[in-house]
């Protein structure tokens, strides 16, 4: 059973249950890190928590909401050990695991609905990372990362 963290700030709130019972569904144990309701918040503080659990090792994944996604990942992927990456369709998800190996998606409570939201992180959580090539890749990734500590 892998161990999710997810996070929000009130634009992402509305995703929030549907991924939380998705992920369950999935077999997933989900670390609830907040926002607990609609009232504005800050989305770096959600981004920074659910990317420190996950770069920690506490949890294995992470999802993070906010209006679009972007702000969000911005905020995850200042942590080291991050790969956090936008989705809005079930492709791109499949990919950013397969090719990436993306520890965390973000997802944008403006940009795509709760049904959306669901298939994406189905699509994610089930995918598998292929290696091979692409770890050539992410092997330059965490070089760039270690150069600009």
């Known amino acids: ?5 997810i996070g929000c700030d ?20 989900v670390v609830d890190l907040g ?3 609609q009232n504005s918040v800050d989305y770096p503080e959600y981004g920074k928590k659910v990317a420190v659990e996950v770069a920690s090792g ?4 992470g999802v993070v909401m ?6 969000i990942s911005i905020a995850a992927n200042k942590v080291r050990g ?6 809005t369709n079930t492709y791109m998800a499949k990919l950013t695991k397969n090719h990436n190996n993306a520890n965390i998606i ?3 409570g403006r940009v795509i609905t709760p049904d959306e939201a669901e298939a994406i992180v189905e699509a994610w959580y089930t995918a598998e990372y292929e290696g091979g090539r692409h770890q050539r890749r992410l092997d330059m990734i965490t070089a760039i990362e270690e150069e600009n500590r």
């Open 106 to 108: 973000a997802l944008g």
């Open 58 to 61: 506490r949890c294995d994944l």
């Open 35 to 37: 926002c607990y309701d």
């Open 82 to 87: 991050i790969r956090a990456a936008v989705v």
């Open 1 to 5: 059973m892998k161990k999710v963290a």
């Open 10 to 29: 009130h634009g992402g709130f509305v995703l929030k249950e549907r991924v939380v019972s998705t992920l369950k569904r999935l077999g997933a144990e």
């Open 66 to 71: 906010c209006g679009t996604g972007i702000g």
